[in-house]
């Protein structure tokens, strides 16, 4: 598929419409040469930024990655390698990646690595949240399940996303939402999976997997590698839900649901890969330490409510005795009107 000539540029495109529509639109910009004049800027991740490009009048997402991070290195062919096993079945999960291209030695603006997806109107899981309209206990229930369901579907094809997040979800107007920036996924049976060190967002990741050293801290028995799994991911999803979604929710009867949920997949999550991948006594402490803190704050959840239910109906029957001794007085005093009237 290699058509870009040249040592250190390599091509990717996953058939032949997609690999001529991702060559005629580097060429496009190639041509053009000012990154001003090339697309609208969107935004810029960690080591990445994000265009919108128009090819024929149909928008497209450029994701250019600098040379220092992209030319042909191993988070860039991983990701290249995860939207291969992703996108060869259909599935509306994942971001549908259309062209990729890796250059070394190609012209600015491109030089590094460039990703092409399609263009849809919308905005991040995130940008939704930092708008803090409050959110319904139904949607927050449908997108719980749909994400989840998102990891079982990586997982059925060997894939860990690593770094589930609000900023790396897009929520379309029209169609349904999505998990993309897989520039730390892996396949599972990789022995990239398992690493001595942290990869994806520390405050969604699950306690055994950010504890890991950085690789070649010395005296660090490198048998304690940890082996990414379904289960991180899907951990990530619950800590997303219960540390952003939560204080969306109005009701607090609402928020027990939303926990009673989270707690119920834990359970399971944790139950499931002790048979797999037991964890050490460490990890377990660690992972049942943070179980229980999301029981406690149901318990306290539900015993407010008690509270509040149990102090309504005190409040209920005492505005009945009140209007019920107050009728009694009406209906005294109209008696005795009455007996006097005669």
């Given at each position: 598929m290699r058509?870009?000539?040249?040592?250190?540029?390599?091509?990717?495109?996953?058939?032949?419409?997609s690999r001529d529509?991702?060559?005629?639109?580097?060429?496009?910009i190639l041509e053009k040469g000012n990154k001003d004049d090339m697309a609208d800027y969107l935004g810029s991740g960690a080591i990445s930024s994000t265009f919108k490009y128009e090819h024929k009048g149909i928008p497209y997402i450029l994701r250019i990655t600098p040379l220092s991070y992209g030319g042909n290195n191993e988070y860039t062919l991983r990701e290249i390698e995860a939207?291969?096993?992703?996108?060869?079945?259909a599935g509306p999960y994942i971001s549908k990646l259309v062209y990729a291209i890796t250059a070394k030695?190609?012209?600015?603006p491109l030089k590094g690595a460039v990703f092409i997806f399609p263009y849809l109107e919308g905005q991040t899981f995130d940008a939704y949240l930092k708008t803090k309209e409050s959110i319904s206990l139904a949607k927050a229930m449908k997108l719980l399940t749909y994400f989840l369901e998102a990891c079982d579907f990586m997982d059925k094809r060997g894939i860990v996303h690593r770094d589930i997040k609000p900023e790396n979800i897009y929520l379309p107007t029209k169609q349904e939402p999505y998990l993309f920036d897989l520039d730390v996924a892996c396949d599972v049976r990789d022995a990239g999976c398992s690493t001595l060190m942290f990869e994806?967002?520390?405050?969604?990741?699950?306690?055994?997997?950010?504890?890991?050293?950085?690789?070649?801290v010395l005296g660090f028995d490198a048998s304690k590698r940890y082996r990414y799994s379904v289960w991180s991911d899907k951990y990530s999803v619950i800590v997303m839900f219960v540390r952003d979604v939560f204080p969306l929710i109005e009701s607090n009867a609402d928020k027990a649901i939303l926990l009673d949920a989270c707690i119920d997949e834990v359970k399971h999550i944790f139950k499931?890969?002790?048979?797999?991948n037991k964890p050490t006594p460490e990890e377990e402490e660690a992972s049942v330490a943070i179980l229980e803190k999301l029981i406690l704050k149901r318990d306290l959840l539900t015993s407010a409510l008690k509270r509040h239910r149990s102090r309504s109906k005190s409040r209920s029957k005492s505005r009945s005795k009140s209007h019920s001794a107050k009728s009694g007085s009406k209906t005294r005093k109209s008696r005795t009107r009455s007996a006097h009237s005669l």
């Open positions: 058509v870009f000539s040249g040592p250190g540029i390599t091509e990717y495109g996953f058939n032949s419409y529509l991702g060559q005629a639109i580097i060429r496009e939207y291969t096993q992703l996108n060869k079945t030695n190609m012209r600015q994806g967002t520390r405050r969604y990741a699950l306690p055994k997997a950010k504890s890991r050293l950085p690789q070649g499931k890969n002790n048979d797999i």
